[in-house]
Every structure is written in structure tokens, then in C-alpha cells.
């Protein structure tokens, strides 16, 4: 039996307890959040950069740190004049860190959505190809566009993601370690045109904000305490799942032959199994929540599959994970009750139930998937030769989407 998709208004980043930051964490009413001073750019009288050493503290270097000051100003519509040189200026700091805040985010409701998984789930490949599809086909099919909120997020996805993914078609490296250096968010605006009655048209924006985690993040409690602040400030968690990491999928696919097209199958190893990684990331957020042990907690959580192109042969032709969603700018629920189905009958044959068990004690809405972000298997630490052909990997999104309000859910069935 399926369960019924709930669908109910969620605090924002900009609305709970005011502005988060995207880099710290910190919280702060809008009222309240310094400006940082234009400087003398352009040969123009204004502050001398001085060092900036909560900005300093938070990259731990001086390099880049030294900057015009920063200044408290009530502020109205997002400007205020530097009291030591009068210049106006638009631009925006958070109170703790100094990283700047972009307009867009500050004005805009935010959504943190962290992204979770252990070493092998692919999260940084999932990334690279959930912002590219966002950015074309998806987006086109939405009437979306996505933007960057600021200039380092264009830098790190062109670096990071794009360039070696999508250009070069290299894989991606592992993904380091929080304790290695802070690490830098992708912040970015979502505004979606909505046609109301009589063709009125509005546009919906969503300021949203994307991590991932380095997997041996979350081998340890203590660990996920010191680097992983950023989920205690999460409205929502895509937990990816690598289905070798679940014994009875890895032990099905070898019998079938289907793990020696995708490699040899990780070994196992306790600390990255998918639900004590899920557990140890319930804890922090319980943290942040002040709930019991006993009461669900309200974050929607997504939990993906991945590598489905792995599973696809073994299953039935008819299976809802070999069907391609229908591009109609809105959630079919019916689909996503028959893939949630599929996604469950899948773990309960592979005698991993117990994760959907404990999801749903612990939340009050979990869904699950099944995607592909490449498609096919690599080779040799590259892309497969047709390329990257995601399957489903805007799926999770779509639903957090839907329940953020910002998409419509049908059922074409009528039911």
C-alpha cells in the first residue's frame, strides 16, 4: 500500500528566526544585518580596506581578508550609507562570518537542502548534473530559471562541477573532508512563472542552497558535530544511497552479474552503511529540533537510490524506475506513489526494510527514488561513451519543489 503525499507550508531560511547565513549558519533578523562599505572602487573617495578578521577567522587566511569595514545600518530595501565616507552601498554581510550575503538570498525565501550520503553515493556527480538539468531541460519544462547568487558559486560550479563533468567528462574526485578548510555552498535563485486564472502570470522566487558531505564526515558522531553545523539549519535532506551498499543488493547484483559492470562492489564496512549514516545526521537535527526520541521530526527527507543503471536489467520491463517522467511542468503523483512502491518492495527484497522502518519513525515525511545522474557505467574513471544521460535525477528536488509550495501536484489517474 502507498502512502499519501503530504504537502504542508515549511519555515524558510529567511522566515524562521530570520536570515541564516549560508556559510556559517548564523541567524539574524533582516533588520539587523550589517553592510560591508563600496570601498574606493573606481578611484572614488571611500574606506581604505582594513583586515577583516571574523572573515579571516572563517576562511582561517588573511588572504582575500582585507576589505573595506563593515557597518550596522537599519537599512531600508537593502541599503544603507557608510557612516564614515557617506558612500551608499547594497552589499550585504553576515553579522558573524563577514561572508557576504547576496540580495537575492536575503530577500528571497531560503531553502537549505543538505545533501547526504557516504563515501561511494555520488553526490558530487549528482550536483554537477542536477544543476545542469535545472539550467536546461528541467528548467525549460518548469518556465524556471536558475542563477547564481553570487560570483563564487559561479566559479566553484564551473570548477568543481561543470568543467571536469560535463566538458571534460572526467569523474569526479571524492569529495574532502569539512575539517580540511570550510567549504563553500552553491547558492542560488530559483524563479519560476506561474499562469494563474485569466492568464495573469506571477513569479515565484526560492533562494536555494546546496551542500554536500564528504563522506568520512559521517563516520562519527563527534565528527558530524564539529564540521556538519550546517544540518541543524537544513529545511530539507536528500540522502543519497548507493544500492552496493546495502547486503542484500550487493549480494543479488553479484549473483546476477550486474556489479561487475559497474566495478567490483565496495566492502563492507559498518560506518558507511546507509542507515547508520541516516541515523547519525537524525541526531544532529534532533538536536536543532528539541524533539524526543518518540516525536517525528519535520524536515522532508528524499531518499535516492542511486546507479539504477546498475539495477535496471534486473528489473521488469514494466517497473515505474525504467519509466521516464513526464516533462509537464508539475509532479504526477501518481508516479511518485508508484515509484515510492517500487523504491520500498526493492529494499524489502533486499532485506534493508529496516531503513524505510526507521524513516518513518523518525520523520514525518520521507519519499523515496530511484535516479541515475550518469546514466550508464563509467569506464576507466571517465564518462561512459554515450555521455551523461541523467535518469531521474531531478526526481528528489522536484518533490521538496512540491512541497515548498513552488509546483503543482496532479493525479492524471483521477484518484
Not at 549558519?25 to 562599505?37: D, K, L, N
Not at 576589505?67 to 557612516?83: I, Q, S, T
Not at 515565484?204 to 546546496?210: G, R, T, Y
Not at 515525511?365 to 544521460?389: I, K, M, Q, T, Y
Request: proline share 8%; net charge positive; charged share 25%.
Amino acid at each position: 500500500m502507498t502512502r499519501p503525499l503530504a504537502r504542508v507550508g515549511l519555515p524558510g531560511a529567511s522566515s524562521r528566526n530570520g536570515v541564516t547565513c549560508p556559510y556559517c549558519f548564523a541567524s539574524a533578523a533582516p533588520q539587523r544585518i550589517p553592510f560591508r562599505c563600496r570601498g574606493q572602487a573606481g578611484g572614488t573617495l571611500g574606506c581604505a580596506p582594513v583586515l577583516d578578521e571574523r572573515l579571516a577567522a572563517y576562511t582561517g587566511s588573511t588572504a582575500g581578508a582585507s576589505l573595506p569595514p563593515v557597518f550596522a545600518a537599519a537599512g531600508r530595501k537593502g541599503r544603507a550609507d557608510c557612516p564614515a565616507c557617506g558612500r551608499p552601498t547594497g552589499n550585504r554581510v553576515c553579522p558573524e562570518c563577514h561572508n557576504p550575503l547576496p540580495s537575492a538570498y536575503c530577500d528571497s525565501p531560503g531553502r537549505i537542502v543538505a545533501l547526504v550520503g557516504a563515501k561511494n553515493a555520488g553526490k558530487s556527480t549528482y550536483i554537477a548534473v542536477l544543476l545542469h538539468e535545472l539550467m536546461n531541460r528541467v528548467g525549460t519544462e518548469l518556465d524556471a530559471s536558475l542563477v547564481a547568487c553570487d560570483d563564487r558559486t559561479i566559479e566553484r560550479y564551473k570548477r568543481d562541477f561543470a568543467r571536469p563533468l560535463l566538458e571534460e567528462r572526467r569523474l569526479l574526485p571524492t569529495t574532502a573532508s569539512a575539517a580540511t578548510g570550510p567549504r563553500e555552498p552553491l547558492v542560488y535563485l530559483l524563479t519560476r512563472t506561474r499562469r494563474g486564472r485569466f492568464a495573469r502570470a506571477r513569479n515565484d522566487s526560492l533562494a536555494l542552497v546546496l551542500f554536500d558531505t564528504a563522506g568520512e564526515d559521517l563516520r562519527s558522531r563527534e565528527v558530524t558535530d564539529l564540521h556538519l553545523r550546517y544540518l541543524e539549519a537544513a529545511d530539507a535532506i536528500i540522502f543519497l544511497v548507493d544500492p552496493l551498499e546495502l547486503p542484500g543488493a550487493r549480494g543479488e547484483l553479484s549473483r546476477g552479474g550486474e556489479v561487475s559492470r559497474g566495478g567490483d562492489p565496495p566492502s563492507p564496512d559498518p560506518d558507511s552503511e546507509p542507515l547508520n549514516v541516516i541515523a547519525r545526521v537524525t541526531e544532529a537535527l534532533r538536536q536543532r529540533h528539541g524533539t524526543r526520541p518518540g516525536d517525528p521530526l519535520p524536515v522532508p527527507v528524499a531518499v535516492a537510490l542511486t546507479k539504477i543503471d546498475v539495477l535496471r536489467p534486473s528489473l521488469l520491463r514494466q517497473s515505474a524506475l525504467h519509466r521516464t517522467r513526464s516533462g509537464t511542468g508539475v509532479l504526477d503523483l501518481d508516479d511518485r506513489d508508484a515509484v515510492d512502491a517500487q523504491v520500498r518492495a526493492l529494499l524489502h527484497d533486499w532485506r534493508s526494510g529496516q531503513l524505510d522502518t526507521y524513516l518513518g519513525q523518525q520523520y514525518a515525511d520521507h519519499a523515496l527514488f530511484g535516479l541515475s545522474a550518469l546514466g550508464g557505467v563509467p569506464e576507466a574513471g571517465r564518462v561512459g561513451a554515450g555521455g551523461v544521460r541523467p535518469h531521474r535525477a531531478e526526481d528528489p528536488l522536484l518533490w521538496l519543489l512540491y512541497r515548498f509550495g513552488l509546483l503543482d501536484g496532479v493525479r492524471p489517474g483521477g484518484t
